[in-house]
């Protein structure tokens, strides 16, 4: 059981940071995974993940107190928007713009409906 936890923590794992730079796949939920897979399969790597600088503190403050610093929220709403952007520009089907804003606006307001970190 141990061994696939720790697969299934590293696969979310993988997810997580991939939706760091893609707009449709949520890191939060994925990151959020890991770090349940990994305390239950191993100690010794949930406490790797708790303690990376970029991850660990993003996972607790979300795991603590549901929110989401103005940093974190900005450079996602951004990044979002600007792939967003490109992919319409990109693509030349209608319903596939709309489809891609309608998905952007979506996920905009999931990451504003969380508390902002103080």
């Not at 708790?50 to 974190?72: A, N, T």
């Not at 929220?73 to 992919?87: G, N």
């Amino acid at each position: 059981m141990n061994y696939l936890l720790i697969v299934l923590g590293a696969v979310s794992l993988g997810f997580g940071v991939a939706g760091m730079f893609l707009p449709v796949l949520p890191t939060t939920p994925f990151l959020l995974l890991t770090a349940w897979c990994w305390l239950k399969g191993s100690p010794r790597l949930h406490a790797w993940l708790m303690s990376q600088p970029k991850l660990g503190p993003y996972i607790r403050d979300f795991q603590e107190h549901k929110c989401i610093s103005r940093k974190v929220k900005t450079i996602s709403v951004i990044t979002l928007w600007l792939t967003i952007t490109l992919s319409i520009v990109l693509v030349h089907q209608l319903w596939l713009r709309i489809l891609l804003a309608i998905i952007a606006i979506g996920v905009t307001w999931h990451i504003l409906s969380f508390k902002t970190k103080k």
